[in-house]
């Protein structure tokens, strides 16, 4: 029996020996645990922290865009008012072209009207000496169209 005895104690001391080793390796896991769950709470906040700030910058980046697009809008706003005045400009100028042409036609029918009235009353005699002006009024509508030309061009270059 001696021999079952040597056995049973040779296994108690392999059982005790296994028992140190798993706690032993329990202690050591507990550790790592520990350590693993510090770590990954430093890990989470510091994820919040970054995730905070992407949301900041986001935002930033969103504003920037916003910002840049109202630029755009306000800078092709003033480009289009700019066109709008130059085209307002040469409005006018047509439109004081044309009165001035059109006082100088009315002008010119009140001229006309006067001498078919001396012809219609004179019987015909000053038919050989035509209105001076009968002439040259449409070259003066012509230089005036051609001045007003040359003025909106003008414009156009600056």
């Given amino acids: 029996m001696a021999m079952s005895q040597a056995l049973s ?11 140190l080793e798993l706690r032993t390796q329990n202690y050591q896991l ?11 709470n430093a890990v989470r906040q510091k994820h919040g922290v970054l995730e905070r700030d992407f949301i900041k ?21 003033e480009m289009l008012q700019g066109k709008l ?10 439109n004081s072209t044309l009165m001035t042409e059109l ?9 006309l009207e006067q001498e078919n009235q001396r012809l219609k009353e004179g019987g015909g005699a000053s038919v050989l000496n035509p209105a001076p ?16 030309e040359n003025s909106t061009l003008q414009k156009k270059l600056k």
Avoid: W, Y
């Avoid at 005045?85 to 047509?94: A, G, I, K, P, V």
């Fill in 9 to 19: 104690e040779e296994e108690f001391h392999r059982m005790q020996a296994q028992l």
């Fill in 30 to 40: 507990s550790d790592d645990l520990r350590k693993n769950s510090a770590e990954l």
């Fill in 57 to 77: 910058a986001q935002k930033a980046l969103n504003k920037s865009k916003k910002a840049q697009e109202v630029d755009a809008l306000l800078s092709e706003n």
């Fill in 85 to 94: 005045h130059s085209q307002e400009e040469d409005f006018r100028l047509q």
């Fill in 103 to 111: 006082s100088k036609l009315c002008t010119q029918i009140e001229q």
């Fill in 133 to 148: 002006n009968s002439t040259s009024g449409p070259l003066d509508g012509e230089l005036l169209r051609l001045q007003a």
